[in-house]
């Protein structure tokens, strides 16, 4: 195998070994600044060769990438790269952009790191460099694991953890094991990846690697959660946490991941205020280091918790949250394991918003049902406008809460049998502010508030609450408000019985005459209109 870690010429062979030696084994106790001082040391030579100067520049780069600081170890593997190149040592240049690699993906830049890894492998592979090529095949199969192809990870695994195999490199291939059970637990097979987990704690156990056992442990507790053994996982990630502490290892990058373990653990225990304060220190971390996965993860655990609290504002906070990193996430590459996240909490978010919606009706013993009711007709339009299907959720999750703002209607004026006095009409005229109140804190992926705001406008202007007119008004309100009237008029009111389906479009179809609606998006009304002759359901 072509050697490619040079070493410098003012330097002695066995001075450099050795301090590359000491700095290697104090990277496995997780010591990464002492590492860092020993391999700067060795920098600081002015006659280090090109190749010399890039290996040590890639190993300092990788102490600030397990310290959490990608942005940093970004900047010193550039030089790596730059230095490598420079050499015209392809081996060197191999590992320089490899390490470059890991950086992109920690940094969520996935096809920029796939494609490093695909010019490293080029590289490695006319250096002869076999372990590279082994670390190189499993990088790659975590990139497919990370892309929601687990059978292709699991086939790239395989052939890393044969050239480690007969490399005898057994501490590599307990990485490889690691990752092998982790893809196993996504697939649910979950005697599969307690046996790869085993396998690879008794692989580490002959390396000494300590941070790499953690790792294993922490992804342990995470199939022992899938599992539903909260006991057992709870028990792991104290131990995890009391080892960090007594090793004074506060900055391991596996911390954020136990913290939010136990979070989940407290919270399907009901430990509720404990859970809460794990998820905040992970997304403490998760923050710190730029760690969008973390982020997210930690966000969607949080609306879980948020949901069983009733909290509806802040599960929809965490959830919009949740959304967007999985979203930032997915927009710079095609995950297919993000879309499908995506795609749960969508479901989660019509959850809860349908929840918070019957919360508001069971104030109003005449309208259940009516958010959805609403939604539906108001979709129907949207989509017959040319709504795209990812607008058309959002929409609907705005149809859905557009009446939010009646929570502060008192129950006896939503169900008053006769007409409104002033005092009354102004509280319920104010629904539709108090909706946006509600929802200030809650950053939606699509803008819902003129929804809610903005659905008791006129096209003449005659509405409220901000007494707009024409194109004035919010094209998604002037939908959403065809949609309303149409379900108040066909529904059974404290002053009157519901109209059936031809006297609501009747009574529609006059009151545009004065300029209710938007005529457009009223014919686009007409026409479904003449189609059923029931009231949705």
Not at 175 to 196: C, I, K, P, S
Not at 487 to 511: C, I, P, Q, W
């Amino acid at each position: 195998m072509a050697r490619t870690d040079a070493v410098p010429h003012a330097v002695s062979h066995d001075s450099f070994e050795k301090m590359v030696s000491e700095a290697r084994s104090l990277e496995r106790n997780g010591r990464w600044a002492a590492a860092r001082a020993c391999y700067e040391s060795l920098l600081d030579d002015d006659a280090l060769t090109a190749a010399a100067r890039s290996s040590l520049l890639r190993w300092i780069g990788r102490t600030h990438a397990e310290e959490g600081n990608p942005d940093t170890a970004f900047s010193v593997l550039e030089r790596a790269v730059a230095a490598a190149e420079a050499s015209g040592e392809v081996g060197v240049e191999a590992h320089a952009l490899n390490g470059l690699a890991v950086v992109e993906q920690t940094l969520g830049n996935l096809d920029r790191s796939e494609e490093l890894y695909l010019r490293a492998r080029i590289r490695a592979a006319e250096a002869h460099d076999e372990l590279l090529l082994a670390i190189l095949d499993q990088n790659l199969a975590t990139v497919a694991n990370i892309r929601g192809n687990l059978e292709l990870a699991l086939e790239s695994y395989g052939s890393s953890r044969r050239r480690f195999h007969a490399l005898g490199r057994s501490s590599y291939e307990a990485h490889v094991l690691n990752n092998v059970g982790m893809v196993l637990t996504d697939l649910g097979r979950w005697e599969d990846a307690e046996a790869a987990y085993g396998s690879a704690c008794e692989a580490c156990a002959s390396s000494d690697d300590r941070e790499l056992l953690r790792r294993i442990e922490v992804n342990q507790a995470e199939l022992w959660i899938a599992r539903n053994d909260l006991p057992k996982a709870r028990e792991r990630c104290e131990r995890l946490l009391n080892d960090a502490q007594r090793e004074h290892n506060v900055s391991a990058p596996w911390l954020g991941e136990v913290y939010k373990h136990y979070g989940v653990v407290c919270r399907e225990q009901r430990q509720l205020d404990r859970a809460e304060g794990w998820f905040v220190q992970a997304a403490r971390i998760a923050d710190n280091s730029h760690d969008l996965l973390l982020a997210a993860e930690t966000a969607r655990e949080q609306a879980e918790l948020y949901w069983i609290q009733g909290r509806n504002s802040d599960t929809l906070q965490a959830l919009n949250a949740a959304h967007g990193w999985f979203s930032q996430l997915r927009a710079e590459r095609d995950l297919d394991a993000i879309a499908r996240r995506n795609g749960r909490l969508e479901e989660r978010f019509l959850e809860v918003v349908r929840k918070w919606g019957e919360s508001i009706e069971s104030k109003d013993c005449y309208t259940q049902g009516h958010c959805v009711r609403v939604a539906d007709v108001a979709c129907m339009l949207a989509e017959r406008m040319g709504f795209d299907p990812k607008t058309l959720f959002w929409f609907r999750i705005g149809a859905l809460l557009h009446d939010v703002g009646k929570l502060i209607v008192p129950q006896e004026v939503l169900n008053k049998p006769g007409k409104l006095d002033d005092d009354e009409w102004r509280i319920m005229k104010r629904h539709p502010e108090a909706g946006v109140e509600l929802l200030a804190d809650i950053e939606f992926p699509w803008d819902v508030r003129p929804m809610v705001r903005n659905h008791h406008e006129r096209w003449d202007g005659a509405g409220y609450p901000d007494g707009l007119a024409g194109e004035a008004i919010p094209l998604s309100a002037r939908i959403l408000c065809i949609a309303d009237v149409y379900d108040a008029l066909t529904t059974n009111r404290s002053y009157r019985k519901g109209f059936d389906h031809e006297r609501a479009v009747a009574v529609m179809t006059e009151n545009n005459a004065n300029g209710h609606f938007d005529p457009a998006i009223f014919d686009l009304f007409l026409e479904w209109a003449a189609t059923h002759n029931t009231r949705v359901a």
